[in-house]
């Protein structure tokens, strides 16, 4: 019964071409840069600040902006389009944050949006440490050696 159920899903799930999506993702991600290139160079020259605080400023409007076009309801359909072009960089971890605050927003501020913004990015943000201070450690180690 169990096996008959499994073909009949695989049977009726819709295929993914996955040449075409990995193609799409590229070019978004690489969209991406480019639109994080042109904000870092368009505050270095319009604000005459240096480099490395003309970054900060381009995470903050990226995160805005994905946090901004969640709230309205259309980044949704363009993560389902771009697939990991958008969800790989910083706009990826505000939609996720964002879109757990909209989900949990009726429950009221602490119990729904404190208690469950950080649900999925949580993850993403304690193995991101984790990892990271594990390939220090590593790094340390060969360099040591």
């Known amino acids: ?51 490395k605080e003309a970054t900060v400023c381009m995470l903050v409007t990226l995160i805005f902006f994905s946090s901004l076009f969640t709230s309205l309801g259309f980044f949704d359909k363009w993560v389902n389009f ?11 971890f505000a939609h996720a944050t964002m879109s757990a605050a909209l989900e949990y ?12 913004m950080l649900k999925l990015s949580g993850a993403v943000i304690i193995f991101g440490v984790v990892s990271s201070f594990v390939f220090s450690l590593l790094r340390m180690v060969v360099g040591l050696i």
């Open 1 to 51: 019964m169990k096996q008959n159920y499994q073909d009949i899903v695989k049977k009726n799930s819709p295929k993914e071409n996955v040449l075409i999506n990995a193609i799409i993702a590229f070019i978004t991600g690489g969209v991406m840069g480019i639109v994080g290139q042109f904000l870092i160079d368009g505050y270095i020259s319009w604000f005459d600040i240096p480099t």
């Open 82 to 92: 771009c697939k990991c072009g958008l969800i790989i960089p910083i706009t990826g």
């Open 105 to 116: 927003r009726k429950e009221g501020l602490v119990t729904g949006i404190g208690m469950n």
